[in-house]
């Protein structure tokens, strides 16, 4: 462990304003080992979350976390940190609520404000379907314990007035899913929490480090080759989601999973004017507004595979088109900046969590365009199932032999905009 003027107080504060002493960099830099007990492909909050876990929850700290650029370069520094569990399936309810109250205490248990800020989390319906399928989940949720409830269109406008509810709107609103615990969270903060705990009980953070080869010998995982040097493990966790095929390829597993960009984009700052997220599923759209007062965008993935993370105007039309129809007097705001991610679909638009056929070789990929709100349940369940050597319940659902034995869990419903 190290020493105790690492943490953050405002003690702290005052002592280093006083004494002009720097602060200690948040992780250190470490020369390759030869050998780990574990090692986690992908420094993204996945990764990141599954080192601490193992660290504080197991004991289990002879792990390194390996990057090919910098930690939360990936989707984890690239999503707009919606946080919600107003799944479909009861499985995904379950699975995401525990995220959300691990996401309320995180602040406190890392030592690093994460701006963890429960909002408000609205989904619009816009024609009978959607409507069924929101009373649907709104059920579902409830039967789990989590608020959720279908709210009308006056209830939408009193949340949220700029909205244009008005019957003549091109998609009028007929209601939408409320759903009270949803919110958002700062994700940079997120992956550096994790990263400066992770390195304060011994895990070894890596960047700059690509693996390029993963040895099996008799079926099972011996080590990883890479840019810096071979090491030898019995446990390696591919946890790279948008370039999870390309990783599992290498110890030669197949993994059901496409990757396919997608974009965002944040508007200048205004005064606050939107406490809850809003979504449009059938509009492809979302928004959320930043505690610095930005308005930021989302959408579905573009429309076909690939690896580019280059932002089209294609993008940046429908989505202002969709916005204005929303929200008609944002029309003179200005974006600020778009930009793109990888994310690692699967056919039911839930995760693949788990051991796979190559022992000790285990995944937790597939988060799509919704898995920044699992980081740490996520983290928490990997680091039981490599400590134990098998998966804990909650994740029963998630592994990868469902797909051949015909178990898909199907949250497509509630994951494919929604975030
Ligand atoms: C624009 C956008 C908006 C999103 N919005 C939301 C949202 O609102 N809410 C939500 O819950 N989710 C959202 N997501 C999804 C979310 O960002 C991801 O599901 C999540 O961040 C995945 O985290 P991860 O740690 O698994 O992977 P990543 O953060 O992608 O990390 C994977 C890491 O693996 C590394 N890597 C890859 N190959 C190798 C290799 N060979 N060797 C070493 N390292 C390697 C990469 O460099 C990368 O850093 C969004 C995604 C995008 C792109």
């Known amino acids: 462990m190290r020493e105790s003027s690492h943490r953050y107080s405002a003690l702290a504060l005052v002592r280093h304003g006083i004494s002009g002493r720097p602060w200690s960099p948040a992780w250190r830099s470490h020369d ?48 707009t940190a919606i946080l919600r569990s107003n799944y479909l399936t009861p499985e995904g309810v379950r699975f995401y609520d525990r995220s959300l109250e691990l996401y309320a205490g995180l602040a406190a248990e890392l030592n690093f404000n994460v701006m963890f800020s429960r909002r408000g989390h609205l ?10 399928t929101m009373r649907w989940r709104a059920e579902v949720n409830k039967a789990s314990g989590v608020e959720s409830e279908v709210i009308d269109a006056d209830e939408v406008k009193r949340l949220v007035p700029r909205m244009d509810v008005s019957a003549d709107a091109r998609f009028p609103i007929l209601g939408a899913l409320y ?4 919110g958002i969270v700062r994700h940079d903060a997120v992956v550096w929490g994790y990263a400066r705990a992770a390195d304060t009980l011994g895990v070894q953070l890596h960047q700059d480090t690509e693996v390029t080869g993963i040895d099996v010998a008799n ?19 591919n946890a ?40 449009s599923g059938s509009l492809h759209v979302y928004v959320s507004q930043t505690a610095r007062g930005e308005l930021v965008f989302g959408a579905s993935v573009d429309p076909f595979a690939s690896y580019s993370t280059r932002g089209s105007l294609e993008f940046t039309e429908g989505l202002a088109g969709h916005v204005l129809q929303l929200m008609p007097s944002l029309s003179k705001l200005r974006l600020l900046r778009q930009w793109s991610g990888l994310c690692d679909m699967t056919p039911d638009f839930a995760p693949i969590m788990g051991h796979t056929d190559v022992e000790g070789f285990l995944v937790d990929v597939g988060w799509g365009t919704y898995g920044f709100k699992a980081g740490p349940v996520a983290g928490e369940a990997m680091a039981d199932c490599i400590a134990h050597g098998r998966p804990p319940e909650l994740i029963e659902p998630f592994t990868l032999d469902r797909f051949a034995a015909g178990r898909l869990v199907g949250e497509k419903g509630a994951a494919a905009v929604g975030h």
């Not at 759903?179 to 949803?182: A, K």
């Not at 011996?222 to 390696?236: K, Q």
């Not at 989601?241 to 700052?269: I, K």
Request: proline share 6%; no cysteine; glycine share 14%.
């Open 32 to 79: 390759l080992r030869q050998r780990y007990d574990v090692v986690i492909i992908g420094g993204g909050v996945h990764g990141l979350a599954t080192a601490y876990y193992l660290a504080r929850n197991h004991g289990i700290t002879d792990v390194a976390v390996l990057d090919k650029g910098y930690l939360g370069g990936g989707g984890s520094g690239r999503n």
């Open 123 to 132: 989904t619009l319906a816009h024609n009978d379907a959607s409507m069924r």
């Open 179 to 182: 759903h009270p615990p949803g």
């Open 219 to 237: 079926g099972r995982v011996t080590g990883v080759r890479t840019t810096r040097g071979d090491i030898s493990a019995p446990v390696v966790l």
């Open 240 to 279: 790279t989601a948008g370039w999870s095929t390309l990783v599992a390829d290498l110890a030669g597993v197949r993994l059901p999973v496409q990757t396919f960009p997608l974009q965002a984009a944040v508007t200048e700052p205004v005064r606050p004017f939107l406490h809850t997220v809003v979504v």
